[in-house]
């Protein structure tokens, strides 16, 4: 009557590869991602899964939102991280309206995967922001938001719109 489905997760010996440059820095990521981002026009969030020496793995698309917002949840995030027998990632979001700038909501999901990686030991590398199809990026690692706090994001944040103004001048 009650009956257990069984399922098998088995390695193979090479995963395939997504892209075989490594991609050690955010233009190198956005070379390779650039027209899969263009495409959408709402929020995508996409992982990638990475090797020790910088290869793309494959790439899992986590989260399709609205135009505005995406829902993200560690457990997609890393499912196929484990999966894919990855060792650190990468996401890579998009904001269909061209801006690069971080929201408050960008920052918290960064800072919660960072954490969840950690425990897991499978770093995040990187959160980058493509806005649009301009191949414009804002990369949390270069940034220092990566290890940030609140206020070290609302003193970015700050600064950014300071300059921003001054760039309207």
Request: include cysteine; glycine fraction near 8%; proline fraction near 2%.
């Given at each position: 009557m009650y009956e257990l489905e069984v399922v098998n997760?088995?390695?193979?010996?090479?995963?395939?590869?997504?892209?075989?440059?490594?991609?050690?820095s955010p233009q190198a990521v956005i070379e390779v991602m650039a027209s899969e981002m263009?495409?959408?026009d709402r929020e995508v969030l996409c992982i990638l899964n990475m090797k020790s020496n910088g290869q793309a793995i494959?790439?899992?698309?986590v989260s399709v939102g609205t135009i505005d917002q995406a829902l993200i949840s560690p457990r997609e995030v890393?499912?196929?991280?484990?999966?894919?027998?990855a060792c650190r990632i990468l996401a890579v979001h998009n904001h269909p309206s061209g801006s690069i700038t971080p929201s408050q909501a960008?920052?918290?999901?960064?800072?919660?995967?960072?954490?969840?990686?950690e425990i897991l030991g499978i770093p995040l590398l990187d959160h980058l922001i493509v806005g649009g199809n301009h191949g414009r990026i804002f990369?949390?690692?270069?940034?220092?938001?990566?290890?940030?706090?609140?206020?070290?994001?609302?003193?970015?944040?700050d600064r950014f719109k300071q300059r921003k103004k001054e760039w309207e001048r």
């Open positions: 997760v088995r390695l193979v010996k090479e995963p395939s590869l997504y892209s075989e440059k490594e991609l050690d263009a495409q959408y494959n790439m899992n698309i890393f499912k196929g991280s484990i999966l894919s027998n960008d920052f918290e999901i960064t800072q919660r995967l960072k954490a969840c990686g990369s949390f690692q270069e940034q220092g938001l990566l290890d940030g706090g609140k206020k070290k994001f609302t003193d970015f944040l």
